[in-house]
């Protein structure tokens, strides 16, 4: 197993410009979540899914859009890029909502918006 | 919003020493997790914690989780220069919960 997989691992964006960020896993996980990680900030949720086509809004969402057409894949898109978007992205997923569940991190994507 | 408090921030600590962090809240949590974190790398799961006053360990790693539920802490033995890396407490807020609450973290340093 691959485990989780995000791709790319680095990008350099220009105010304004979209993009999207991927995300896919092998363990047939039903629960999957976007988070970013600043500096001194810890990580904070931005959305997340509990199956395909059932996604819901985190701590902050505001910028970006997510979609879950597969149980594997849970891409996250930039509308248009701003500074201060310029973070590391964490994917994740864990099989259910149970306490002793694992949760499974991606390699994160760090991303620069000039 | 539920918070999750970190303590210390940083610590930087001579290679053999003992060290704790701790994670507090004024909420209370159905379970506790604890992360590992390596630069340029995801978080790694350590443990789970579930049972208020749960104490788990891990070789030289002990976990405690309060009896109220609301705080847990992160004991460390003897460390070694392997043990560096960023911890992160994270808090499910009820069962069932899909959603963590993770703290800021404690950048531990352990120099050699």
């Known amino acids: 197993n691959a485990g989780v997989t995000q791709t790319p691992k680095f990008q350099v964006l220009k105010t304004g410009q979209s993009m999207t960020l991927q995300c896919a896993q092998d363990?047939?996980?039903?629960?999957m979540s976007w988070y970013r990680q600043d500096p001194g900030m810890g990580l904070r949720l931005i959305h997340y899914?509990?199956?395909?086509?059932?996604?819901d809004q985190g701590e902050v969402p505001n910028g970006y859009n997510v979609s879950r057409s597969t149980t594997e894949d849970f891409p996250l898109r930039l509308l248009s890029a701003a500074p201060s978007q310029t973070s590391v992205y964490f994917c994740?997923?864990?099989?259910?909502?149970?306490?002793?569940?694992?949760?499974?991190f991606g390699p994160g994507t760090r991303l620069t918006v000039l | 919003t539920q918070l999750l408090e970190q303590s210390p921030q940083f610590l930087s600590i001579q290679e053999g020493e003992n060290l704790t962090v701790y994670c507090n809240s004024s909420?209370?949590?159905?379970?506790l997790q604890w992360y590992r974190q390596e630069p340029g790398e995801g978080p790694v799961l350590l443990v789970t914690?579930?049972?208020?006053?749960e104490v788990k360990k891990l070789k030289r790693l002990t976990f405690q989780f309060g009896d109220a539920r609301k705080d847990s802490s992160l004991h460390i033995t003897a460390a070694q220069p392997g043990d560096t890396g960023l911890y992160l407490c994270?808090?499910?807020?009820?069962?069932?919960?899909?959603?963590?609450?993770f703290g800021k973290g404690t950048k531990l340093s352990v120099i050699p």
């Open positions: 363990m047939n996980h039903e629960y």
């Open positions: 994270a808090g499910v807020s009820g069962a069932g919960s899909y959603q963590l609450t």
């Open positions: 994740a997923s864990r099989s259910s909502g149970g306490a002793g569940d694992t949760q499974y």
């Open positions: 914690v579930v049972t208020g006053g």
């Open positions: 909420s209370v949590f159905s379970s």
């Open positions: 899914s509990v199956g395909a086509g059932i996604t």
